[in-house]
């Protein structure tokens, strides 16, 4: 919950707009600032105070605890210029909750986190819990220093300017131990342990078995990922309540699925009571992964048999390939979840023009793999292999990725084997559609003329179908130096369908700085106007230039009933 405090007119007035737009998300504290301050501290996981940010340091400082505790504080001043990241920056959230309130407000958000300033993640928000000098190899980063990256075990990290040499390091690992000075340990989650119980075991039997295997086996229990048994157990206490203070889940599964898993230790036992030769192991290896440590039983003081078993399985990280779209090329129009991606991803796959478009937005430290116009396949291939080796992959492309972009070649490439994660963009047939009015206001259809991939008599029999169909068309790669052809041909098509006058955008270059567009007929369209850069949008039966614009209304009905209103006189103009 986020607590809201205001002293000001102006101040709630922006504090309102924040309630109404986050209504599941804040809390608005009245009464004395001090009082609410103290409230809202207390209660809330942040705060947005509208407020100096030297009142709020006063009000705040005599309540400050620990920072992996506190909760996160952004100021904004009076004039709404400002959404100040004053307390909590990466632990209370307070950085990005700046950025946010500062694009519902147009407040400049304010983040001095070293880090954050220079684009470089920071190793407390990674995700993963981690152990170590973490300032003072956050330190050596910023400066430049050489940090060594050392991973025992796969996991798709963001970038981060890693070099040989030096002697601070990071270090992958589910491995038990404590890191040496100068070095971080980050701890992903790849442990899977698998837990076989007695009716009614508990959890103090559940976790003493899985630290005794855990220490036994030299693996550290803050890598442990889930724990895994029979559905028949899933509300098993021991279990439910052992998972809750590890911090974990429970992922169940059939007993009929555990039992087609195979296993070392098989028994009759769990065949009997739940209908799987393993629980144990069968649950730690259902998802797949190494077998690490074969069933092992807990152990009683009391001497009664033992009521728990458990086997733990590595499962690796995942390799993640994001499949980006770019959008027509206007900054503005590249969507939010693209640019995080776009940060997110330490290896980046694209054709050089597009990496140009964006090798800003890129942190220090990612590896850039770019290549020239007709190595698409050889993108996507490269895009799958690196996500294969456990790198978090971006591959871009423009417009949306899955218009004739990167996201068909790519998709074929990749097995389950990776996590692919697709990112919408603004495509070219919208962003052209918007410059030239509503052209795709009812059916439309999207068709490349190249017939480098696609023979010609495919397109040819699409195009006539959309003719035919009387659907609105937008014709992608229509011209080039050596297809000058197709165009004259595809226009000639529909011309047997729609008359002359039937309207014809030519977009150039749609948002970006050379920008261009006409609005023409079928009947006078010149192709020497087009080009690669250009998309040309063929209207239908009802499409009409409206006051300059191309317009297809939604549907014939509605159509004719705007018609009949424009030609009526109005009653105003009948008085």
Not at 161 to 168: I, K, L, Q, S, T
Not at 203 to 223: F, K, N, Q, Y
Not at 293 to 321: F, I, N, Y
Request: charged residues 25%; negative net charge.
């Amino acid at each position: 919950m986020i607590g809201l405090i205001s002293a000001t007119a102006a101040g709630a007035a922006a504090r309102d707009r924040l309630a109404a737009a986050w209504p599941e998300r804040t809390r608005v504290y009245d009464g004395p600032v001090g009082d609410a301050v103290r409230r809202a501290f207390a209660e809330c996981e942040q705060l947005v105070c509208f407020l100096a940010t030297g009142a709020v340091v006063r009000l705040v400082a005599p309540l400050l605890g620990d920072k992996a505790d506190d909760p996160g504080v952004v100021c904004v001043d009076e004039g709404g210029r400002y959404a100040v990241s004053l307390l909590g920056g990466h632990g209370g959230g307070a950085n990005e909750l700046a950025r946010e309130v500062g694009a519902l407000l147009a407040a400049e958000p304010v983040v001095t986190t070293a880090t954050d300033a220079v684009g470089i993640p920071g190793l407390d928000t990674l995700g993963l819990p981690y152990e170590g000098d973490v300032a003072g190899v956050t330190r050596a980063l910023l400066d430049g220093e050489p940090v060594a990256l050392e991973s025992e075990v796969v996991w798709p990290l963001p970038p981060l300017p890693f070099a040989a040499g030096g002697d601070r390091r990071v270090r992958v690992t589910d491995r038990a131990g404590e890191p040496a000075a100068g070095e971080v340990w980050l701890r992903p989650p790849t442990l899977v342990v698998g837990v076989g119980a007695s009716k009614g075991v508990p959890v103090e039997e559940v976790l003493g078995l899985i630290s005794r295997v855990c220490e036994d086996a030299g693996l550290s229990p803050r890598s442990i990922a889930e724990l895994a048994t029979v559905d028949a157990k899933a509300e098993e206490h021991g279990i439910v309540e052992a998972a809750a203070r590890l911090g974990v889940p429970v992922v169940t599964y059939p007993a009929g699925e555990l039992a087609a898993v195979e296993v070392p230790n098989p028994s009759d036992a769990p065949l009997a009571a739940v209908g799987t030769p393993s629980v144990a192991e069968a649950a730690a290896l259902a998802g797949g992964g190494e077998l690490l440590v074969p069933k092992r039983r807990s152990e009683r003081a009391d001497g009664l048999p033992a009521m728990a078993t458990c086997a733990v399985v590595r499962r690796p990280g995942r390799g993640r390939l994001a499949v980006v779209g770019l959008g027509p090329g206007a900054r503005d129009l590249l969507t939010e979840r693209a640019k995080a991606e776009l940060r997110r991803a330490s290896v980046l796959v694209g054709l050089d023009q597009y990496v140009d478009q964006i090798r800003d937005l890129l942190r220090p430290g990612t590896r850039i793999l770019e290549s020239g116009l007709g190595a698409e396949e050889e993108r996507a291939r490269t895009a799958v292999a690196e996500a294969r080796e456990g790198q978090a992959v971006a591959l871009i492309g423009s417009g949306d990725a899955g218009v004739y972009a990167m996201a068909s070649p790519a998709l074929a490439e990749a097995s389950d084997d990776i996590d692919v994660v697709g990112v919408p963009g603004v495509t070219a047939a919208l962003a052209a559609g918007a410059i030239l009015g509503a052209p795709l206001g009812h059916d439309h259809v999207s068709i490349s003329l190249s017939d480098l991939h696609t023979p010609w008599e495919v397109i040819e029999r699409r195009v006539r179908a959309a003719a035919e169909a009387d659907i609105v068309v937008t014709f992608y790669n229509p011209r080039s130096r050596g297809r000058d052809w197709q165009l004259p041909k595809a226009l000639g098509i529909l011309a047997e369908h729609r008359a002359p006058g039937t309207p014809v955008g030519v977009v150039r270059n749609a948002s970006r700085a050379d920008e261009s567009s006409r609005l023409t007929t079928l009947g006078e369209l010149d192709p020497a106007w087009v080009d690669m850069m250009t998309v040309v949008t063929v209207g239908n039966t009802a499409t009409r230039n409206i006051a300059g614009r191309m317009v297809t209304p939604r549907g014939y009905r509605w159509q004719e009933s705007e018609l009949s209103r424009q030609a009526a006189p109005s009653e105003e103009g009948a008085r």
